[in-house]
Protein backbone atom coordinates (compact mmCIF):
# COMPACT_ATOMS: atom_id res chain seq x y z
CA UNK A 1 0.00 0.00 0.00
CA UNK A 2 1.27 3.31 -1.34
CA UNK A 3 0.31 7.03 -0.40
CA UNK A 4 1.19 9.52 -3.68
CA UNK A 5 1.15 13.15 -2.50
CA UNK A 6 2.22 16.00 -4.79
CA UNK A 7 3.52 18.85 -3.18
CA UNK A 8 3.70 22.40 -5.06
CA UNK A 9 4.21 21.43 -8.18
CA UNK A 10 5.32 23.47 -10.87
CA UNK A 11 5.43 22.24 -14.25
CA UNK A 12 6.33 23.53 -18.00
CA UNK A 13 7.22 21.49 -20.63
CA UNK A 14 10.23 22.38 -23.25
CA UNK A 15 8.89 25.37 -24.67
CA UNK A 16 9.08 26.80 -20.60
CA UNK A 17 5.67 28.26 -20.55
CA UNK A 18 4.10 26.84 -17.29
CA UNK A 19 2.07 24.91 -17.56
CA UNK A 20 0.77 23.78 -13.83
CA UNK A 21 1.25 25.94 -10.93
CA UNK A 22 1.23 25.21 -7.36
CA UNK A 23 -0.67 21.60 -7.54
CA UNK A 24 -0.73 20.08 -4.09
CA UNK A 25 -2.56 16.97 -3.21
CA UNK A 26 -2.46 13.66 -1.70
CA UNK A 27 -4.06 10.07 -2.69
CA UNK A 28 -4.05 8.34 0.83
CA UNK A 29 -2.61 4.74 0.35
CA UNK A 30 -5.84 2.45 -1.26
CA UNK A 31 -7.88 5.12 -1.98
CA UNK A 32 -9.23 6.75 -5.56
CA UNK A 33 -8.63 10.32 -7.06
CA UNK A 34 -10.57 10.84 -10.01
CA UNK A 35 -9.16 14.21 -11.79
CA UNK A 36 -11.55 16.55 -13.52
CA UNK A 37 -11.07 19.65 -15.41
CA UNK A 38 -11.67 20.52 -19.23
CA UNK A 39 -9.35 19.45 -22.27
CA UNK A 40 -6.09 21.27 -21.67
CA UNK A 41 -6.30 22.11 -17.87
CA UNK A 42 -3.08 19.40 -17.10
CA UNK A 43 -4.53 16.23 -16.11
CA UNK A 44 -2.68 14.00 -18.25
CA UNK A 45 0.37 16.28 -17.05
CA UNK A 46 0.01 14.87 -13.88
CA UNK A 47 -0.20 11.05 -14.46
CA UNK A 48 3.06 12.02 -16.65
CA UNK A 49 4.94 13.18 -13.92
CA UNK A 50 3.72 10.45 -11.57
CA UNK A 51 5.09 8.28 -13.87
CA UNK A 52 8.39 10.35 -14.37
CA UNK A 53 8.31 11.16 -17.98
CA UNK A 54 8.64 14.24 -16.98
CA UNK A 55 10.31 15.77 -13.67
CA UNK A 56 8.69 19.05 -12.03
CA UNK A 57 10.49 22.06 -12.18
CA UNK A 58 9.43 22.77 -8.49
CA UNK A 59 7.89 21.37 -5.63
CA UNK A 60 7.74 17.81 -5.36
CA UNK A 61 5.99 14.52 -5.76
CA UNK A 62 6.69 11.69 -3.62
CA UNK A 63 5.27 8.21 -2.75
CA UNK A 64 5.43 6.92 1.24
CA UNK A 65 7.51 10.18 1.55
CA UNK A 66 10.40 9.71 -0.76
CA UNK A 67 10.75 11.90 -3.22
CA UNK A 68 10.21 10.30 -6.93
CA UNK A 69 13.87 11.65 -7.97
CA UNK A 70 15.10 8.75 -5.33
CA UNK A 71 13.69 6.07 -6.44
CA UNK A 72 15.30 4.34 -9.72
CA UNK A 73 13.35 4.29 -12.89
CA UNK A 74 12.65 0.57 -12.47
CA UNK A 75 11.87 0.91 -9.00
CA UNK A 76 9.38 3.61 -9.58
CA UNK A 77 7.69 1.52 -12.48
CA UNK A 78 6.91 -1.39 -10.54
CA UNK A 79 5.22 0.54 -8.14
CA UNK A 80 3.05 2.42 -10.72
CA UNK A 81 0.47 0.68 -13.63
CA UNK A 82 -0.36 3.04 -15.90
CA UNK A 83 -2.94 2.21 -18.38
CA UNK A 84 -2.92 5.10 -20.99
CA UNK A 85 -5.83 6.30 -23.28
CA UNK A 86 -4.46 5.27 -26.04
CA UNK A 87 -2.16 2.26 -25.50
CA UNK A 88 0.56 1.43 -27.98
CA UNK A 89 1.40 -2.31 -28.83
CA UNK A 90 4.70 -3.95 -30.26
CA UNK A 91 3.60 -5.83 -33.21
CA UNK A 92 3.96 -8.71 -30.84
CA UNK A 93 1.80 -11.06 -29.84
CA UNK A 94 -0.54 -10.05 -27.26
CA UNK A 95 1.24 -12.53 -24.85
CA UNK A 96 3.97 -11.38 -25.32
CA UNK A 97 2.43 -7.01 -25.04
CA UNK A 98 1.16 -8.11 -21.42
CA UNK A 99 4.47 -10.23 -20.47
CA UNK A 100 7.03 -7.13 -21.69
CA UNK A 101 9.12 -5.69 -19.07
CA UNK A 102 8.10 -8.87 -16.74
CA UNK A 103 10.75 -11.07 -16.86
CA UNK A 104 9.80 -13.19 -13.45
CA UNK A 105 6.20 -14.02 -14.84
CA UNK A 106 5.08 -17.61 -15.70
CA UNK A 107 3.11 -18.60 -18.63
CA UNK A 108 0.38 -19.41 -16.63
CA UNK A 109 0.46 -15.87 -14.59
CA UNK A 110 0.44 -14.26 -18.03
CA UNK A 111 -2.96 -16.30 -18.95
CA UNK A 112 -4.35 -15.52 -15.66
CA UNK A 113 -4.54 -11.92 -16.51
CA UNK A 114 -5.24 -12.10 -20.11
CA UNK A 115 -8.15 -13.96 -18.87
CA UNK A 116 -8.98 -11.55 -16.35
CA UNK A 117 -8.99 -8.24 -18.78
CA UNK A 118 -11.01 -10.37 -21.28
CA UNK A 119 -8.24 -10.37 -23.53
CA UNK A 120 -7.41 -14.16 -23.55
CA UNK A 121 -9.31 -14.78 -27.01
CA UNK A 122 -5.97 -12.64 -29.04
CA UNK A 123 -3.78 -13.67 -26.92
CA UNK A 124 -1.72 -15.71 -29.73
CA UNK A 125 -2.59 -12.94 -32.40
CA UNK A 126 -1.00 -9.75 -33.27
CA UNK A 127 -1.96 -6.24 -32.61
CA UNK A 128 -3.07 -5.87 -36.65
CA UNK A 129 -5.35 -9.27 -35.86
CA UNK A 130 -2.77 -11.88 -37.28
CA UNK A 131 -3.28 -14.94 -35.25
CA UNK A 132 0.05 -17.02 -35.26
CA UNK A 133 -1.42 -20.19 -34.04
CA UNK A 134 -3.87 -20.44 -36.92
CA UNK A 135 -1.81 -18.27 -39.13
CA UNK A 136 -4.79 -16.72 -40.53
CA UNK A 137 -6.08 -12.48 -39.79
CA UNK A 138 -9.04 -12.34 -37.72
CA UNK A 139 -10.62 -9.03 -35.89
CA UNK A 140 -7.75 -6.50 -35.51
CA UNK A 141 -8.05 -4.75 -31.71
CA UNK A 142 -10.03 -2.18 -30.83
CA UNK A 143 -9.10 0.94 -29.03
CA UNK A 144 -11.02 -0.56 -26.00
CA UNK A 145 -9.83 -4.48 -26.44
CA UNK A 146 -5.78 -2.15 -26.63
CA UNK A 147 -6.45 -1.07 -23.56
CA UNK A 148 -7.52 -4.15 -21.81
CA UNK A 149 -3.87 -5.25 -22.99
CA UNK A 150 -3.19 -2.36 -20.62
CA UNK A 151 -5.21 -3.54 -17.84
CA UNK A 152 -3.20 -7.11 -18.11
CA UNK A 153 -0.09 -5.47 -17.89
CA UNK A 154 -1.03 -4.34 -14.68
CA UNK A 155 -3.03 -7.39 -13.21
CA UNK A 156 0.62 -9.00 -14.29
CA UNK A 157 2.46 -6.49 -12.42
CA UNK A 158 0.11 -5.94 -9.53
CA UNK A 159 1.29 -2.40 -8.38
CA UNK A 160 0.16 -0.91 -5.31
CA UNK A 161 -0.25 2.65 -7.42
CA UNK A 162 -2.56 2.42 -10.44
CA UNK A 163 -2.76 5.72 -13.27
CA UNK A 164 -5.62 4.92 -15.26
CA UNK A 165 -6.19 7.33 -17.96
CA UNK A 166 -10.00 7.10 -19.37
CA UNK A 167 -10.90 7.03 -22.75
CA UNK A 168 -12.30 10.30 -24.49
CA UNK A 169 -12.74 8.49 -27.90
CA UNK A 170 -15.35 6.75 -28.50
CA UNK A 171 -15.68 2.83 -26.90
CA UNK A 172 -18.95 1.33 -28.04
CA UNK A 173 -21.05 1.12 -24.25
CA UNK A 174 -20.69 -2.24 -23.75
CA UNK A 175 -16.92 -2.52 -24.10
CA UNK A 176 -16.71 0.93 -21.84
CA UNK A 177 -19.19 -0.64 -19.41
CA UNK A 178 -16.76 -3.56 -19.24
CA UNK A 179 -13.64 -1.57 -18.93
CA UNK A 180 -15.08 0.41 -16.05
CA UNK A 181 -16.10 -2.82 -14.10
CA UNK A 182 -12.07 -4.15 -14.57
CA UNK A 183 -11.30 -0.72 -13.31
CA UNK A 184 -13.11 -0.94 -10.33
CA UNK A 185 -11.83 -4.20 -9.81
CA UNK A 186 -8.07 -3.50 -9.94
CA UNK A 187 -8.16 -0.65 -8.45
CA UNK A 188 -9.76 -1.99 -5.05
CA UNK A 189 -7.52 -1.48 -2.85
CA UNK A 190 -4.90 0.19 -4.94
CA UNK A 191 -3.78 3.84 -4.68
CA UNK A 192 -5.38 5.16 -8.14
CA UNK A 193 -5.52 8.08 -9.82
CA UNK A 194 -7.64 8.48 -12.56
CA UNK A 195 -8.20 11.06 -15.35
CA UNK A 196 -11.74 10.59 -15.53
CA UNK A 197 -14.78 11.07 -18.30
CA UNK A 198 -17.47 8.95 -17.02
CA UNK A 199 -19.74 10.07 -14.08
CA UNK A 200 -20.00 7.00 -12.77
CA UNK A 201 -16.06 6.66 -12.32
CA UNK A 202 -16.59 10.11 -10.33
CA UNK A 203 -19.24 8.89 -8.08
CA UNK A 204 -17.43 6.04 -7.32
CA UNK A 205 -13.86 8.21 -6.54
CA UNK A 206 -12.70 9.17 -2.56
CA UNK A 207 -12.03 12.46 -3.78
CA UNK A 208 -12.35 14.77 -6.85
CA UNK A 209 -9.96 17.26 -8.36
CA UNK A 210 -10.91 19.79 -10.23
CA UNK A 211 -8.40 21.60 -12.61
CA UNK A 212 -8.83 24.75 -14.10
CA UNK A 213 -6.00 25.83 -16.48
CA UNK A 214 -3.01 24.12 -14.55
CA UNK A 215 -4.55 24.83 -10.81
CA UNK A 216 -6.20 22.74 -8.58
CA UNK A 217 -9.66 24.87 -8.09
CA UNK A 218 -11.89 22.73 -6.13
CA UNK A 219 -11.73 19.73 -4.48
CA UNK A 220 -14.26 17.09 -2.38
CA UNK A 221 -16.23 13.86 -2.68
CA UNK A 222 -18.69 14.14 -5.37
CA UNK A 223 -21.61 14.77 -3.46
CA UNK A 224 -20.33 17.80 -1.40
CA UNK A 225 -19.06 19.11 -4.71
CA UNK A 226 -22.84 18.68 -6.21
CA UNK A 227 -24.18 20.42 -2.65
CA UNK A 228 -21.63 23.58 -2.82
CA UNK A 229 -22.44 24.37 -6.32
P1 LIG B 1 -5.55 17.54 -20.16
O1 LIG B 1 -5.06 16.16 -19.89
O2 LIG B 1 -6.27 18.14 -18.99
O3 LIG B 1 -6.35 17.66 -21.42
P2 LIG B 1 -2.76 18.09 -20.65
O4 LIG B 1 -2.09 17.77 -19.37
O5 LIG B 1 -2.68 17.11 -21.74
O6 LIG B 1 -4.28 18.49 -20.36
O7 LIG B 1 -2.20 19.46 -21.20
C1 LIG B 1 -2.04 20.62 -20.40
C2 LIG B 1 -1.36 21.70 -21.24
O8 LIG B 1 -0.05 21.27 -21.58
C3 LIG B 1 -2.06 22.02 -22.54
O9 LIG B 1 -1.96 23.40 -22.75
C4 LIG B 1 -1.23 21.27 -23.58
O10 LIG B 1 -1.28 21.93 -24.81
C5 LIG B 1 0.16 21.32 -22.98
N1 LIG B 1 0.96 20.14 -23.37
C6 LIG B 1 0.62 18.85 -23.22
N2 LIG B 1 1.61 18.04 -23.64
C7 LIG B 1 2.61 18.84 -24.07
C8 LIG B 1 3.91 18.60 -24.61
N3 LIG B 1 4.37 17.37 -24.79
N4 LIG B 1 4.66 19.68 -24.94
C9 LIG B 1 4.21 20.94 -24.76
N5 LIG B 1 2.99 21.23 -24.25
C10 LIG B 1 2.19 20.19 -23.90
P1 LIG C 1 7.32 0.80 -19.18
O1 LIG C 1 8.69 0.54 -19.69
O2 LIG C 1 7.20 0.85 -17.70
O3 LIG C 1 6.25 -0.06 -19.82
P2 LIG C 1 6.90 2.84 -21.08
O4 LIG C 1 7.90 3.93 -21.24
O5 LIG C 1 6.94 1.74 -22.07
O6 LIG C 1 6.99 2.29 -19.62
O7 LIG C 1 5.47 3.53 -21.12
C1 LIG C 1 4.34 2.95 -20.52
C2 LIG C 1 3.10 3.44 -21.27
O8 LIG C 1 3.02 4.86 -21.26
C3 LIG C 1 3.12 3.01 -22.70
O9 LIG C 1 1.84 2.46 -23.01
C4 LIG C 1 3.36 4.26 -23.50
O10 LIG C 1 2.60 4.28 -24.68
C5 LIG C 1 2.87 5.37 -22.59
N1 LIG C 1 3.72 6.58 -22.76
C6 LIG C 1 5.03 6.64 -23.08
N2 LIG C 1 5.48 7.91 -23.12
C7 LIG C 1 4.43 8.70 -22.77
C8 LIG C 1 4.25 10.12 -22.61
N3 LIG C 1 5.21 10.99 -22.78
N4 LIG C 1 3.02 10.55 -22.22
C9 LIG C 1 2.02 9.69 -22.02
N5 LIG C 1 2.12 8.34 -22.16
C10 LIG C 1 3.30 7.85 -22.54
Known sequence: RANVRFENVDFGYENNRQILHGVSFEVPAGHTVAVVGSSGAGKSTLSRLLYRFYDVSSGSISINGHDLRALTQGSLRQHIGIV?????????????????????????????????????????????????????????????????????????????????DEATSALDSKTERSIQAELKEISANRTTLVIAHRLSTIADADEILVMEAGRVVERGHHRALLAAN
Open 84 to 164: PQDTVLFNDTIYYNIAYGQPDASREEVIDAARSAHIYDFIMSLPDGFDTMVGERGLKLSGGEKQRVAIARTILKNPPILIF
